[in-house]
């Protein structure tokens, strides 16, 4: 694999924002590192079978890709309604999420992306970190079109997230749909 920052060849590579530059980026350019991260990530998980390491996967790759996330990751679904915070990047996530309560909730109830410019208008917002102004919300499919998971991102800059994200967020999820969980080995 080839290294698109430093043009040199690598096994494997993790993209890194400069989290010093101006944290908003144009459609162009988001459009670009999205296409940078699925390429990397579908060259990284190929032939890997396993939901949990597909998704630390895509969970760090998103966050050091992107200056304007702060926290990213997934909720699992464990029950026919509840979440369980895990695999992620960041602070510390809330434990577990009722299908009734947040952004987290509602995208998995409604199977669909949620985009939250503003998280203090979001009726039910669950405040898990304060410093969180806005919030994307992307539905985990597995192929026959049940919930697995929900793909949550915030950030500390109000208005982050667009239409761009959410497609582009969508595209990589697919990423997930044909991996299963694979048992632990808890015997030596």
């Not at 162009?28 to 032939?47: C, D, F, H, S, W």
């Amino acid at each position: 694999m080839r290294n698109p920052i430093h043009g040199t060849e690598m096994a494997e590579y993790t993209l890194v924002a400069d989290k010093t530059d101006p944290a908003r980026m144009d459609a162009g350019e988001k459009r670009e590192r999205y296409r940078l991260v699925a390429e990397q990530a579908a060259a990284v998980l190929e032939g890997e079978p396993d939901l949990l390491a597909a998704m630390a996967t895509v969970a760090c790759l998103l966050h050091n890709a992107f200056p304007y996330y702060y926290w990213t990751g997934f909720y699992r679904r464990v029950a026919a309604e509840e979440l369980l915070v895990g695999p992620y990047q960041g602070t510390l996530g809330c434990l577990r999420i009722h299908f009734s309560r947040g952004v987290c909730g509602r995208a998995a109830r409604e199977r669909r992306t949620i985009v939250v410019p503003d998280v203090q208008t979001f009726p039910g917002h669950i405040a898990c970190d304060s410093a969180s102004a806005s919030e994307i919300v992307v539905p985990v499919l597995d192929e026959a079109g049940g919930l697995i998971a929900v793909l949550d991102v915030d950030s500390t800059i109000s208005g982050a997230f667009d239409e761009v994200d959410g497609e582009e967020l969508e595209a990589i999820v697919e990423l997930l749909r044909p991996r299963r969980l694979l048992p632990m080995a808890l015997q030596g």
